[in-house]
């Protein structure tokens, strides 16, 4: 499986950005796609998943409510709009695909990764 991921960069305090992730129909079909972050020192963290079969959401508390996951079938991307950006924002960011588990979707890991993209936030 293979993730593509394009969208990171540098933003201000309380800017914005827009991650995207593509990968082929057959992956997206019926899956978990992810995306986590990892700072400079830290784990790996899950910020946000979406279950592909009926569009079911997670978001960590740290992001709830400035970020938002969505997909769109007809291009193969899954997308993670980042508003009101914080310094803690800031690492490489990833997309993941799998495991297929609607309830864990997002939270813990994935079955494969994309390269990931840098995002500063400064």
């Known amino acids: 499986v293979q993730l593509v991921e394009s969208g990171g960069g540098s933003a201000q305090p309380g800017g914005s950005l827009r991650l995207s992730c593509t990968s082929s129909?057959?992956?997206?079909?019926?899956?978990?796609i992810s995306w986590f972050r990892q700072a400079p020192g830290k784990e790996r963290e899950g910020i946000a998943g979406?279950?592909?079969?009926?569009?079911?959401?997670y978001y960590a508390d740290s992001v709830k409510g400035r970020f938002t996951i969505s997909l769109d079938n007809a291009k193969n991307l899954v997308y993670l709009q980042m508003n009101s950006l914080k310094p803690d924002d800031a690492g490489v960011h990833y997309c993941g695909v799998g495991p297929r588990n609607r309830v864990s979707c997002g939270k813990y890991t994935a079955n494969f990764w994309g390269q990931g993209t840098q995002v500063t936030v400064s």
């Open positions: 129909a057959e992956a997206l079909d019926s899956n978990c």
């Open positions: 979406i279950y592909t079969d009926d569009g079911h959401t």
